[in-house]
Structure formats: structure tokens, C-alpha cells
């Protein structure tokens, strides 16, 4: 019974579906400038736009929690961790919680999407 249980709950893992990206535009789209861990799968990014964001953001250090969702590039995006974050890549970062009102803004990622097939906008 015990082995049937443990194949059923591995079925169920593997059957998930691909990452969910967050409906509405992100908090800040740009690249990773600089990468602090602080864990095994936490620590903090630094991300700059290129241009302002929708939210009027051009720099952002943003802290990467066990709650973040990672989601890795496309073309089958699939959850991954704190650990394929690296300095270059292009990401779309959505924060959760209050926003640090300084320069740069300091808040706490919910989602993280890297979008290495993106190019910054001319």
C-alpha cells in the first residue's frame, strides 16, 4: 500500500502542467546585473531596465525567496529555482508585498520568468 502511494504521488508531480506566467504586466522587465545567495536556493538580484518600466522602475534589487516562483526559458518554460539566476540574463520580475521606496527599489519577488529568447527594446 505504502509503494502504491509513493508511485501515485510521483505520477502526480510529473503530470503538472507547464509554469503559470501572472496575467497583468510585470513589476520590472530587464537584466540581472548582479547576483547575491544567500542560501541554497534563496538570495538577491539586481535588475535593470532598459527603459522605465510600466510602473516608472529602472533598477530594482529584489530578494528571491523559498516562496518565489522561478519559471525557466522558453520554449517549454518549466518552474525551476533560485539557482538558474545568473548576471545577463533578460527576466520579468512580478514583487509581492510592499515595495521599499528608495533607489533602487527594494521588494520581494512572487514570480521570476527568465526570458533568455527576449532582446531589450531598441
Same mark, same amino acid.
Given at each position: 500500500?505504502?509503494? *502504491?502511494?509513493?508511485?501515485?504521488?510521483?505520477?502526480?508531480? $510529473?503530470? *503538472?502542467?507547464?509554469?503559470?506566467?501572472?496575467?497583468?504586466?510585470? /513589476?520590472?522587465?530587464?537584466?540581472?546585473? $548582479?547576483?547575491? *545567495?544567500?542560501?541554497?536556493?534563496?538570495?538577491?538580484?539586481? @535588475?535593470?531596465? !532598459? /527603459? $522605465? /518600466? $510600466?510602473?516608472?522602475?529602472?533598477?530594482?534589487? !529584489?530578494?528571491?525567496?523559498?516562496? %518565489? %516562483? !522561478?519559471?525557466?526559458?522558453?520554449?517549454?518554460?518549466?518552474?525551476?529555482?533560485?539557482?538558474?539566476?545568473?548576471?545577463?540574463?533578460?527576466?520579468? !520580475?512580478?514583487?509581492?508585498?510592499?515595495?521599499?521606496? /528608495?533607489?533602487? @527599489?527594494?521588494?520581494?519577488?512572487?514570480?521570476?520568468?527568465?526570458?533568455? %529568447?527576449?532582446?531589450?527594446?531598441?
Amino acid at each position: 500500500m505504502f509503494r *502504491k502511494s509513493v508511485w501515485l504521488i510521483a505520477i502526480a508531480l $510529473a503530470c *503538472k502542467g507547464p509554469a503559470k506566467i501572472p496575467v497583468g504586466p510585470p /513589476s520590472i522587465e530587464g537584466r540581472i546585473t $548582479a547576483v547575491q *545567495k544567500s542560501g541554497e536556493r534563496i538570495g538577491r538580484i539586481n @535588475v535593470d531596465a !532598459v /527603459s $522605465a /518600466s $510600466a510602473a516608472g522602475l529602472a533598477k530594482a534589487a !529584489v530578494r528571491v525567496t523559498e516562496g %518565489t %516562483t !522561478v519559471i525557466g526559458p522558453p520554449p517549454r518554460p518549466k518552474t525551476t529555482d533560485f539557482n538558474a539566476l545568473h548576471e545577463g540574463l533578460w527576466v520579468r !520580475v512580478w514583487f509581492v508585498g510592499p515595495v521599499g521606496e /528608495s533607489y533602487p @527599489v527594494q521588494a520581494h519577488a512572487g514570480t521570476i520568468v527568465i526570458d533568455s %529568447t527576449a532582446t531589450p527594446p531598441q
